[in-house]
């Protein structure tokens, strides 16, 4: 048998519909997949992108100094 190539791309989208909530097994089936495969591809994608904190938006970093500057007079 021949092995299939996919383009990056394609492995973003099969990646995103895991993390939209989607089993592996079922977005596998559904793209025609082996699971391990769709697993591989999903746990590579979340070494590469580690979910850490999202940096804080203007209206957060705001009231973030807000509340340390609070607690400093507290102190």
């Not at 970093?61 to 500057?69: D, H, K, M, V």
């Amino acid at each position: 048998q021949r092995r299939r190539r996919f383009s990056p791309e394609f492995k973003d989208e099969a990646v995103k519909m895991v993390e939209s909530g989607i089993s592996v097994a079922e977005a596998a089936r559904q793209l025609g997949l082996v699971e391990q495969t769709l697993r591989n591809w999903v746990e590579a994608h979340r070494k590469k992108h580690p979910k850490g904190a999202a940096p804080l938006g203007v209206d957060e970093r705001a009231r973030l100094r807000e509340l340390e500057r609070e607690n400093q007079e507290l102190r």
